[in-house]
């Protein structure tokens, strides 16, 4: 590596352009899109350390999801195609805010506090959502890769799930599927073929659905899919990215605002599907008759998944164990009917999708879910082989054979390497299909309390620390407290703050029986965090 020049790039072309500090959050860096270069610059550099210290190709990512179109941000995925270790995190931070001048000394340093053996041949795979900021971010990120000489894929426009899919195939030598865009399409349209068979409607369930694509990179694959599955299901697309990305429209505009996206045709009780500006997320909703806006969050598709992989579990008589994770914003009522009436064990841990995946490893089966749609399936290597065998084993009834097919095709459809909604939607489609449900059966299942979700801006966000996944706080000294006071005054009330990892705000979340107290609740908490 010709030190010199990533030292000459670090002080020149790619020079640090903030003064503040820029901190890997939830979901990687993310904040203004000028602000970026040096860290994408950065971030490529380190992906090849990384890449080397795993002896495995590592993912790059370029989007900032649901965040405005002048925001933008950058995730690393490891080898499995999962989220950057934490500790990673930390490293990641410090080379992110390091002088200009001290960037080649602290790759140094981290090479040896890693021990990184540094002739490795590095692989770097890089992707970008739609922003026009994505593609010189992206081109920085390609400088930093190959002036630490690593070897390198530009995957060019992608949703973030495919991202990570790429990188899991990559290093699992095509085992889980062909390492190309096209592969991932191939793998889960034939999936979702098989698992559906032909016909499109059943009882209930009409095989129609349409998508608000939050004029993101989703609407690119919303249309391969349309095309690749017509004849076994009817898409239809709006915000399909001639309008402003995430403005009005998308998962994250619909599940916090609780209405329909902009341009939704809005008529009555067709089933429609939000997703977000990387599609990784997904929500349903619908409008009644009567023009009232009913929204099936992510909680509610871990429930229809659960649900049906029971069933599916008990009528194969596979004895294997189902888990469903959950974080602190689910609502009250899917808590409440998982446990006592579902009977599937769940865990609550902290925000993040990397806390819901590591988690749900844990069983056999983990089903997780963020409430904003954020979620997927996990399968142990050791649950897939037994539900496969099962499927084809002669000593089996009939009944128990045909519920062990069902399952094994529709582990396919799921993309296992992170929350992807439009293999989240096409799984949805599947069990609606197979149970002959339309939304209103499927909302039948149980009441989600009423709730609300505010933004509060302090000074400092990070004063507020938490313990108990999030749920109850530590610091400042007496806001627990007073949060338990306000909340004791509301049936059924539930209230918690946490500091944002995506934005400069602290988040205040409130549920209770009655819809007309919520606000309340949820001003009131505000005003003891402020
Ligand atoms: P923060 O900003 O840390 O609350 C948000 C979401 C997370 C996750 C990340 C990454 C909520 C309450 N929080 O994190 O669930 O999706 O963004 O996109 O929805
Ligand atoms: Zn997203």
Redesign the pocket.
């Known amino acids: 590596v010709d030190y010199s020049l990533v030292e000459s790039l670090a002080k020149n072309q790619h020079r640090k352009a903030y003064d503040g500090v820029i901190q890997y ?3 990687g860096f993310r904040t203004k899109a000028d602000i970026l270069d040096h860290v994408l610059f950065r971030m490529g550099l380190l992906t090849v350390l990384r890449s080397q210290v795993k002896k495995a190709a590592i993912g790059l990512m370029i989007t900032a ?1 649901h965040n405005p179109e002048a925001d933008n941000g950058v995730k690393l995925v490891d080898p499995n195609g999962e989220m950057l270790e934490s500790s990673w995190e930390t490293i990641a931070t410090r080379l992110a805010n390091v002088q200009d001048s001290q960037v080649v000394s602290t790759l140094q340093e981290i090479i040896k506090e890693q021990n990184i053996d540094t002739s490795y041949p590095a692989s770097v795979i890089i992707g970008r959502d739609t922003r026009s900021s994505s593609l010189p971010l992206s081109q920085a990120a390609v400088e930093g890769v190959k002036a630490m000489n690593g070897n390198l894929k530009d995957f060019g426009v992608v949703t973030t799930p495919q991202l990570h899919y790429v990188v899991h195939c990559t290093n699992t030598n095509g085992a889980y599927g062909v390492p190309t865009v096209e592969g991932y399409y191939e793998k889960i349209s034939k999936a979702f073929k098989t698992a559906v068979g032909g016909k499109k409607d059943n009882d209930k369930y009409i095989g129609k659905v349409q998508i608000d694509a939050a004029n993101g990179v989703g609407a690119l694959a919303v249309k391969e899919f349309k095309k690749q599955l017509s004849d076994v299901i009817d898409i239809q697309i709006y915000n399909d990215g001639n309008g402003q990305l995430n403005h009005m429209c998308g998962a994250d505009y619909v599940k916090i605002q609780q209405i329909p996206p902009v341009n939704d045709p809005l008529k009555p009780l067709v089933r429609s599907v939000s997703i977000d500006g990387d599609a990784d997320r997904i929500v349903y909703y619908y409008t009644d008759e009567n023009n009232k806006f009913h929204l099936l969050d992510g909680d509610r598709i871990a429930i229809l998944v659960a649900a049906h992989f029971k069933e599916l579990l008990e009528k194969s008589n596979l004895d294997l164990q189902l888990g469903l994770v959950q974080t602190a ?1 689910a609502n009250g009522g899917s808590t409440a009917y998982i446990s006592e009436t579902l009977k599937v064990p769940v865990a609550c841990v902290p ?3 990397k806390h819901l995946h590591h988690k749900a490893l844990e069983f056999d089966i983990g089903v997780y879910f ?1 409430a ?1 749609g ?1 979620g997927t399936i996990v399968f142990k290597d050791s649950a897939v082989q037994i539900i496969r065998t099962a499927a084809d084993n002669p000593s089996l009834s009939e009944n128990q054979r045909t519920a062990a097919h069902t399952l094994s095709s529709i582990i396919d459809v799921i993309n296992q390497t992170v929350g992807d909604a439009l293999s989240d939607m096409l799984l949805v489609e599947l069990i609606l299909r197979a149970k002959g449900w339309d939304t209103v059966a499927w909302e039948k299942s149980y009441r989600d309390l009423p709730n609300r ?1 505010v933004k509060v801006k302090v000074q400092d966000r990070n004063a507020i620390t938490t313990t108990d996944a999030e749920r109850r706080c530590v610091t400042p000294m007496g806001l627990q407290e007073k949060i338990d006071e306000i909340v004791a005054k509301y049936p059924k009330g539930r209230s918690f703050v946490r500091p ?4 400069d705000v602290v ?1 205040v979340y409130a549920e209770c029986d009655r819809i007309e107290d919520v606000e309340k609740l949820a001003a009131q908490v505000s005003i003891a965090v402020f």
């Open positions: 959050g939830t979901a999801s914003y925000t993040g999708v963020e904003n954020h979700q944002s990892g995506t934005e988040r």
